[in-house]
């Protein structure tokens, strides 16, 4: 009698299996000219309606304009809302189509699947904001008095938190529906807690301990460092490396708790 060997998935990372599926998911993205449009277009359009809004407003002499205050943290916070919706929506349709199924049977583990999403997008979300940052810069005269670079990175980091939050949403998530109806859950106590609509030092204690524990809100403050320093801070490359850490913290839970199919 013939012992059946049952092949188990795999539990360690393999960088050239996440660099695979990295490149699987980069061929999908570029087919789907509706996804590419709203990751590359749409950030850019979207900052434009701002603009207009706000173009004619006056300003106090010495004192930032109202786009360009608020503008530069749409820079961040676009790329997290956009990344969000695609990646949670993506990963949920893998699941649901059994494809995350039969390539969970492979030697491919969770990790390289989830890096290798991450690294895709981020790939995508770097492609966002040079164009963004672009537009708003020539376009939209956005001032910032900071490296434009640096607006950059923060709009990369934030964007890659957005891929990771996706990813966990994504696993908790059985229709694409109910995905979506994750977002006012995740991302908008972030966006009203952030210090865009109100100061922190404004908020109710218990609101501002809560915002304390937001990744966004280290996303705001670290362009906001950007928008009215020319050197470099200390709290910018703080606040980016908390946003970075809850990026991989994010992408950690996602390892534990995908499952293969939606049941």
Do not use: N
């Amino acid at each position: 009698m013939t012992a059946t060997t049952v092949q188990r998935p795999a539990t360690h990372l393999s960088p050239r299996l996440a660099a695979s599926t990295a490149g699987r998911v980069l061929r999908q993205l570029r087919h789907d000219h509706r996804t590419v449009a709203m990751l590359l277009v749409l950030p850019s359009l979207l900052l434009g309606l701002l603009y207009l809004l706000w173009k004619d407003l006056p300003t106090l002499p010495g004192q930032p304009s109202t786009f360009d205050r608020v503008g530069l943290t749409m820079l961040g916070i676009f790329p997290f809302v956009v990344m969000f919706l695609v990646t949670s929506i993506a990963m949920l349709r893998e699941r649901t189509s059994g494809t995350l199924e039969r390539l969970l049977t492979t030697p491919l583990a969770r990790l390289d699947l989830l890096l290798g999403y991450g690294l895709a997008f981020g790939l995508a979300a770097a492609l966002q904001a040079v164009i963004t940052v672009t537009v708003a810069t020539t376009v939209y005269d956005l001032d910032v008095a900071g490296s434009i670079w640096l607006v950059v990175l923060i709009a990369v980091v934030d964007a890659v938190l957005g891929v990771a939050l996706g990813l966990l949403a994504s696993a908790f998530a059985r229709s694409e529906f109910q995905a979506v109806q994750f977002m006012p859950v995740i991302v908008l106590p972030q966006f009203f807690l952030c210090g865009l609509l109100v100061a922190r030092d404004q908020m109710a204690g218990w609101l501002q301990a809560i915002s304390d524990v937001l990744p966004l809100t280290y996303a705001v403050e670290a362009l906001r460092e950007v928008g009215r320093s020319a050197a470099e801070t200390g709290i910018m490359w703080r606040d980016i490396a908390i946003v970075a850490g809850a990026a991989l913290l994010a992408l950690a839970l996602a390892a534990a708790t995908l499952r293969r199919r939606t049941t």
